[in-house]
């Protein structure tokens, strides 16, 4: 593919251009001692935060909350928590919170600071995200959090009563947790006038954050009494950045983005200088289908190919391969990290030098009417953009090649991207303000207001499952219970029933294996081999009675990673299956569950399964050729995943995990069911919501 590149239109770049141009023009700092790059990495002196220490401390003391926004690289998330530890205020067994959308950043970020404040990862410095908890509750002063595992923490302490000041990092990113943070945290700083609010981020919207933050009428008056702080925010503009992040465009549209991503990246490989390659796409399946050709093509076009290590980075990998693309680059070698947007923000690769941006992420729409989450390949923000320019430039200039036109970018990309609490499910959501004790949910003081057609269709869904009752409150005691095993509410509940039905180890095997994204290696290329794996482990009861035939078989191998190899399983998800299996069976104990295995009578587990995914049957239409199922509720056309065991074999009633759409809606993770279990574990579902299975 020939592809014709345009350099953008050089101008400096202001907080809020949203021009092309040379991004963040700058700066006296790119001079500095050699290095493994040839640059050093700046010392904390030279960020361009550090000019902003005295004021950004000063406005931390005086007012309730403070919106800093700084571009990417600027120093934000490595530097202000430290700041913040130096003035006292992590002193008195008082811990400041920093919280980031993302795990892997979560991770990141919290190794770095431990680096630089030379002490060991978990003990001063920390990090907590779901399943993982590296901290020391008597010596942690400074701990990054996911802002979904702070809100967990408000269940056993609704103020946060143990931070004093809590950054609410990559705010721009509103994912559904920060949305509900920032409206919790609103509400906590009534209570807590010691408390203190940092939102920060490269590419926020500072007027509507502020504006969201105002005090009401009701509230304002009590400023200057007292130590209070002044209500008001303050807004803060940390100029400056670190390095120039020379901004490519193509000149024409191009149709097809893997391959002119790797086209890119060769390009890259063969005409500039050192420095390491990430490429933004979408998904597990066209960053295995870049790595793929991108190999190819090094092995057979280009001459120095042994210079290329290529690398994904999605959810779903491993700790090992994560560790891969934080390593350094060994010497002559050129990494290309392949990723999805899960290293949009804060992360830092240091050896990082280009950046090629698809344009495109994986986004959730949801829609209430026909109750239909579908995940789609679409468009990204400028923000968003100007994240992945940002992941360049961070310890020397960089440059950034962007696969569509300055013209598109300019003129139709949206600033920002639709908040996540518009466009999702809103059930674990609405569970969680429950458990926290909102139960005006409409009412409630949300940044961006979510659908009322999503939020009744969430309620029912929780009403349907036992977990509210008729006013909507949280039941006693499966509602409370369900609230506090931090899953999918109908992953809890399957955990709950399976206490009464006598088969809890197998269900908590399930839930484990459905927290992991496969524990299928797949391969391109090995697509055979791996079918031909699973149907060793195949179940006729379907994905989740195959789950526990794998896990079985894992154990029996001593838990050997030589045996997943020869099987086509993922190791590195088996121990995760393993590590998040011990969480929830202290979960479980915690809730005074008594675990016991219902020694392969399939049957109960299958009802077990039931108890939670009830709305979700479906049956197969009787003069179908194809596979076609109707879900019952509803009468949605569906079909099995072609990745499904039972892919084929269409059995008449079944009850899926999650649909995915693609060119037809897919139900992943299937099992058949009796439909009489539909009307005795769900009557009051399938006898006054929907069509009764009986009358089938
Ligand atoms: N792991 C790392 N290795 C090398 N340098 C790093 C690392 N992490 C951070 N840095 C240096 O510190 C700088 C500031 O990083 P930091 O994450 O604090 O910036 P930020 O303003 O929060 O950026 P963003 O908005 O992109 O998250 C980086 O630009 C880089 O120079």
Redesign the pocket.
């Given at each position: 593919m020939s592809m014709f590149w345009k350099p953008g239109t050089e101008k400096p770049q202001l907080l809020d251009d949203e021009e092309g141009g040379v991004l963040f023009l700058s700066s006296s700092q790119s001079s500095s001692s050699s290095s493994r790059y040839g640059y050093a990495?700046?010392g904390k002196q030279r960020?361009p935060?550090h000019k902003y220490r005295t004021e950004i401390l000063y406005l931390v003391e005086t007012h309730a909350t403070t919106i800093i926004v700084?571009?990417?690289?600027?120093?934000?998330?490595?530097?202000i928590p430290q700041y913040l530890k130096e003035a006292g205020w992590a002193d008195g067994g008082r811990a400041i919170a920093c919280t980031q959308p993302r795990r892997l950043a979560v991770q990141?970020?919290a190794?770095?600071v431990a680096?630089e404040m030379g002490v060991k990862l978990g003990d001063e410095v920390g990090y907590t995200i779901r399943f993982e908890d590296i901290t020391n509750t008597s010596v942690t002063m400074i701990k990054f959090l996911t802002d979904g595992v702070l809100l967990r923490e408000m269940m056993d302490d609704p103020l946060l009563t143990k931070y004093s000041v809590i950054m609410v990092?990559?705010a721009h990113e509103r994912s559904i947790s920060t949305d509900i943070l920032l409206g919790l945290l609103k509400k906590i700083q009534r209570r807590r006038p010691d408390l203190r609010l940092i939102i920060?981020?490269?590419t926020i919207d500072a007027k509507s954050i502020s504006a969201f933050f105002q005090p009401s009428k009701r509230h304002r008056g009590l400023e200057g009494q007292g130590l209070s702080p002044r209500k008001e925010p303050a807004i803060l503009s940390v100029e400056g950045r670190?390095f120039d992040v020379r901004i490519h465009y193509v000149e024409e549209p191009i149709a097809d983005y893997v391959r002119a991503s790797v086209s890119t990246v060769m390009l890259i490989h063969e005409q500039e200088p050192p420095g390491d390659i990430l490429v933004f796409l979408t998904g597990q399946d066209d960053i295995d289908a870049a790595a793929q050709l991108i190999t190819e093509e090094a092995r057979t076009v280009v001459k120095n190919s042994s210079g290329l290590i290529v690398l994904p980075l999605y959810s779903g990998i491993s700790r090992a391969e994560q560790e891969l693309v934080?390593s350094p680059t060994p010497r002559g070698k050129r990494k290309v990290v392949i990723s999805t947007n899960i290293a949009e923000?804060?992360?830092?690769l240091?050896g990082v030098v280009y950046v090629v941006d698809s344009g495109f992420s994986k986004q959730r729409f949801y829609n209430p009417i026909p109750d239909i989450e579908n995940l789609v390949v679409a468009p990204i923000s400028k923000a968003s953009a100007r994240?992945r320019a940002?992941?360049a430039?961070?310890?020397r200039p960089g440059k950034c090649y962007r696969l569509y036109t300055e013209e598109y970018f300019v003129n139709e990309m949206s600033a920002e991207g639709i908040p996540e609490i518009q466009r999702s499910i809103l059930v674990s959501c609405v569970i969680q303000l429950k458990a926290l004790g909102i139960d005006n949910i409409l009412g409630f003081d949300w940044p961006a207001s979510p659908s009322p057609d999503a939020m009744i269709r969430a309620l029912e869904v929780l009403y349907s499952l036992g977990v509210l009752d008729s006013d909507a409150k949280l039941t006693s005691p499966v509602g409370f219970q369900v609230a506090e095993i931090p899953l999918d509410p109908m992953v809890s509940k399957i955990i709950l029933s399976s206490n009464q039905l006598g088969c809890s180890e197998e269900i908590i095997t399930i839930a484990a294996v459905l927290s992991v994204q496969s524990i299928w290696f797949s391969s391109r290329g090995a697509q055979k081999e791996l079918d031909e794996a699973k149907l060793r482990f195949a179940a006729a009861e379907g994905d989740h009675v195959t789950f526990l035939n794998v896990y079985k078989g894992f154990l029996q191998s001593g838990k050997s990673s030589q045996w997943c190899h020869k099987n086509f399983i993922n190791y590195q998800a088996m121990k995760k299956v393993m590590e998040i299996r011990e969480q929830l069976r202290k979960t479980a104990k915690k809730l005074g569950m008594v675990l016991k295995s219902c020694d392969n009578d399939m049957e109960v587990v299958r009802k077990a399964i039931t108890t939670g995914f009830f709305a979700n049957a479906c049956r197969l239409e009787a003069y179908s050729h194809n596979g076609m199922y109707k879900t019952l509720r509803g009468s949605q056309e569906v079909f099995i995943h072609p990745s499904s065991v039972l892919f084929r074999v269409n059995p008449k009633w079944v009850l899926y995990y999650s649909l995915v759409s693609t060119d037809r809606r897919y139900m992943r993770n299937v099992i058949t069911i009796d439909p009489s279990w539909l009307t005795e574990i769900a009557p009051h579902f399938y006898h006054h919501q929907g069509p009764n299975p009986a009358t089938h």
């Open positions: 990495s700046m960020l935060v700084g571009e990417t690289g600027s120093g934000k998330t490595t530097q990141a970020v190794s770095r680096e990092d990559e920060s981020s490269a670190g934080f923000t804060s992360v830092t240091e994240q940002g992941r430039g961070r310890v």
